[in-house]
């Protein structure tokens, strides 16, 4: 296996967790920061296999005509665009 070196620059509050989690985990804070990079890289490949795979060959070209079909109604009570969400359209 092959190592590359890269400079990482933390918050003091998140090293300090990390190092307190690699301590309890009983392995370096080195170690314990390879793994858990590892750990996010291999949720996010398997996320993005998963969903090009459930989108198959879908392009979102029928979307419009299906989103045409929705009646025109207020939304209920606690189903509004919150505010913020109102402003960037």
């Not at 009570?77 to 359209?89: R, T």
């Amino acid at each position: 296996m092959s190592k590359a070196t890269y400079p990482l620059k933390l918050p003091a509050s998140v090293k300090e967790a990390a190092a307190r989690l690699a301590k309890s985990d009983g392995v370096s804070l080195n170690q314990w920061i390879a793994s858990a990079v590892a750990q996010k890289v291999g949720v996010m490949e398997t996320a993005e296999t998963f969903l090009a795979a459930r989108a198959g060959s879908a392009r979102g070209t029928g979307l419009a005509s299906i989103l045409h079909k929705v009646a025109d109604v207020p939304p209920d009570a606690g189903d509004e665009m919150p505010d913020i969400l109102k402003n960037q359209e």
